[in-house]
């Protein structure tokens, strides 16, 4: 069992505040990570798929960062809106397979 | 365009009962995966179905079944409920090995 862990599990910041995530995940037979944004009784959508040591991506106020040789990824979002209040998922595919391996979440609240 | 869709939306069984959920994959995808995700856990992968054919399983019970038909919809079966399997179930679509998945949006399965 491959395992990917995010932290923190949850976090409450100002609106205005710019925040950061973290996902680590094994080094070894990396094929793609992926960040998804999950609002409540909502589908998870996704926010960026990254392939390449050294990826990164931006989508308006939030980037993703990747480092497979040490394992991590960081999700960042810029001056935080109520609407960014979610929880954020990420997964990592090995190369072995199909199969996604996410981690438990960060559950993110934007305090107005 | 539609995306994924999954039904029903909730469902509340008794222990040893048998129970069959459904999935409908976004329009132009042809692979469904079934994630469980327990209360407090990330979504844990229980297969994958490409061309009618199971092609990988997670770390799942036989009592965990499933199916795709001819228009790429897929179903899964879970025999003799236990009250361990109440949890949301995510059917997610993909075209095979490309890109991340679209997911539905859960069925919720309460075991009583």
């Known amino acids: 069992i491959l395992n990917v862990e995010q932290s923190p599990q949850s976090l409450h910041v100002q609106e205005g505040d710019s925040t950061n995530f973290t996902c680590s995940f094994p080094s070894s037979n990396f094929y793609a990570l992926h960040w998804y944004r999950w609002e409540t009784a909502k589908s998870p959508e996704a926010l960026f798929v990254m392939t390449l040591n050294g990826d990164e991506k931006k989508k308006g106020r939030i980037s993703a960062t990747l480092n497979t040789k040490e394992g991590y990824s960081y999700l960042y979002i810029k001056g935080s809106q109520p609407e960014d209040s979610a929880t954020y998922l990420c997964a990592f595919t090995p190369n072995t397979g199909n199969q996604f391996y996410f981690g438990t979440g960060t559950s993110l609240t934007v305090i107005p | ?112």
Do not use: M
């Not at chain 2, 959920?21 to 994630?35: A, F, I, N, Q």
């Not at chain 2, 199916?67 to 897929?74: E, G, M, R």
């Not at chain 2, 179903?75 to 361990?84: D, M, Q, S, T």
């Not at chain 2, 998945?101 to 399965?109: A, I």
């Open chain 2, 1 to 112: 365009d539609a995306g994924v869709t999954q039904s029903p939306t909730h469902l509340i069984k008794t222990r040893g009962q048998q129970v069959t959920l459904r999935c409908s994959p976004k329009s132009g995808h042809d692979t469904v995966s079934w994630y469980q995700q327990a209360l407090g856990q990330g979504p844990q992968f229980i297969f994958q179905y490409y061309e009618e054919e199971e092609r990988q399983r997670g770390n799942f019970p036989d009592r965990f079944s499933g199916h795709q038909f001819p228009n790429y919809s897929s179903e899964l079966n879970v025999n003799a409920l236990l009250l361990g399997d109440s949890a949301l179930y995510l059917c997610a679509s993909s075209i095979r090995r490309g890109g991340g998945y679209t997911f539905g949006s859960g069925t919720r399965l309460t075991v009583v």
